[in-house]
């Protein structure tokens, strides 16, 4: 049986903020609404969503459990009949999470296009097991293209890095299908594949057309839904970030760690890894272990750790060995 849960409404555009109200009104939306918020997303645009919505809002500030609980408690007391959550990865996936736990809709307001969450049914919060869980779709995603491209670089070159990743996940997903028989959808898998090669071609160009970033990810967004996983979009590269989120006294970001991580599967699934390489150094994200930040050591363990992280078939098998792992690290560049 297949349980397909996609966006309803997508609004993508310079200015895209201005149609808020109408968004809430095309989707019927109804009662009172809760802006979820960082102090920054607040500032650039969860405050003016929060006036023309006349909502209440809560700003992130504790942990993420305290964060998650203390707005479950707001939509609890005041009554709360849909959520908007305006900000980056951290705010739009616990946002899903407060809309799946309370069983009401929510919107999504990326303020910036720093990895493909902003549309997935999926949330994932760093540094923790299980490093996904199943949630409810966004109803509706506005992304003012304005405001993203005032974004910090580093964020948008994540963005890209996220969205090239889905090129060695596919590949993944299509040897987990041919040896351990696991369902492959070939519409989701042709999905995901053309956001990352659609990323890689224009790699010059997004800096200008962050539209192409946007849709990229939302289109990834859109390919998970209709794979009811996360499957096209997250393989070996995404367990080796998600090792190294949990081993890592300072993680990079999750899209640059899943970039580098491409760089390497590509290399062991023997395709062009020197296009992934050249791509994600157009676009500026990190290609080795200097440029993230993350020291060698780390590298190697995250390598070696990384088929462990969840129940999922990908190029790595059993895992790899210390030697094998430097061994890649080495070759691709991404180590001395
Ligand atoms: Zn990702």
């Not at 028989?181 to 790699?203: F, K, P, R, T, W």
């Not at 946007?214 to 990834?220: G, H, K, N, T």
């Not at 760089?263 to 993230?292: F, Q």
């Amino acid at each position: 049986m297949k349980d397909i849960e996609l966006p309803r409404r997508v609004i993508v555009g310079d200015g895209a903020i201005e149609r808020i109200g109408d968004l809430v009104c095309e989707l019927a939306l109804v009662g009172d609404s809760l802006v979820i918020a960082d102090p920054i997303t607040a500032k650039i645009a969860g405050e003016r969503v929060r006036s023309d919505l006349g909502s209440e809002i809560y700003i992130l500030g504790g942990s993420i459990d305290h964060d998650i609980q203390s707005a479950i408690d707001l939509i609890r007391e005041k009554n709360i009949g849909y959520l908007v959550g305006v900000g980056g990865g951290r705010v739009i996936d616990i946002t899903k999470i407060c809309a799946y736990k309370t069983e009401i809709p929510f919107l999504s307001v990326p303020t910036a296009a720093s990895h493909d969450g902003i549309t997935s049914p999926q949330a994932s919060l760093r540094g923790r097991k299980p490093v996904s869980i199943r949630v409810h779709s966004a109803l509706g995603i506005l992304a003012d293209t304005e405001i993203i491209r005032k974004a910090p670089p580093r964020l948008t070159a994540a963005g890209c890095a996220d969205a090239i990743s889905n090129y060695t996940a596919v590949l993944d997903w299509k040897i987990a299908h041919e040896k351990k028989g696991e369902y492959y959808g070939d519409y989701a898998a042709s999905l995901s594949m053309m956001s990352a090669q659609i990323v890689m071609h224009n790699a010059e160009k997004i800096k200008n057309h962050i539209d192409i970033l946007v849709e990229a990810l939302i289109s990834s967004g859109v390919a998970m839904g209709i794979a009811g996983s996360s499957r096209p979009c997250s393989g070996a590269e995404h367990q080796f970030s998600h090792a190294l989120d949990l081993i890592c006294p300072k993680p990079a970001l999750h899209g640059e760690q899943c970039g580098v991580g491409t760089i390497m599967m590509a290399y062991l699934h023997g395709t062009d890894w020197e296009k992934v390489r050249n791509a994600l150094k157009t676009v500026g994200a990190p290609i080795n272990s200097r440029e993230l930040n993350i020291d060698d050591k780390y590298i190697i363990r995250a390598l070696m750790m990384a088929n462990k992280i969840r129940d999922r078939y990908t190029i790595l098998g059993d895992g790899l060995s210390k030697e094998e792992a430097i061994e890649l690290a080495r070759v691709t560049g991404i180590i001395k």
